[in-house]
């Protein structure tokens, strides 16, 4: 057994890919480790994106197609007035249309019906319903809430997220 995974130390996991929480619970699957290991040492699962913010002196609005709204699954509310910015470029950002990064984060906490879950060898799709159902706000919500708020673009959310 790993001392790693046992309670009460802190053990910090860095992947990369676009992977969300229900991804590094299968990766630990896939590497021996126990569900009931899993169940009783992880607490919390933290997942981190960067985008790049948009350029605040630049940016511009435009309107967006519905099949890309669609897509992303982004809903607008029937009389929701939503303003989309993309990049530009201007002297400030070195033409880029961008200036700086921002985090999206999916924060999972460990609750009782994912650890039944877990136990039960179910799914990552599973896993992630659950989690939803219980208040995760995934990676490409958390970034369709930056677009909502004027600070990144569709695509850059498109690049860092998949699909839930």
Avoid: W
Avoid at 79 to 100: L, V
């Amino acid at each position: 057994m790993n001392e790693k995974s046992t309670p009460g130390l802190i053990f910090l996991n860095k992947m990369k890919s676009l992977s969300d929480f229900s991804f590094c619970i299968g990766n630990k699957r896939r590497n021996g480790i126990e569900p009931f290991l899993i169940t009783s040492s992880v607490v919390m699962i933290i997942c981190q994106r960067l985008v790049r913010k948009l350029c605040p002196k630049c940016k511009e609005p435009y309107e967006v197609a519905p099949e890309i709204l669609e897509e992303m699954q982004f809903k607008v509310k029937p009389g929701e007035k939503i303003t989309f910015f993309k990049p530009k470029g201007c002297d400030h950002c070195a033409k880029t249309g961008y200036k700086g990064r921002i985090g999206l984060y999916e924060v999972m906490t460990m609750s009782e019906q994912l650890q039944r879950a877990i136990l039960a060898r179910q799914s990552a799709d599973v896993l992630k319903k659950i989690a939803i159902e219980t208040g995760l706000v995934t990676l490409r919500q958390a970034g369709i809430r930056k677009i909502r708020q004027g600070i990144t673009s569709i695509e850059e959310v498109l690049r860092a997220t998949k699909p839930d």
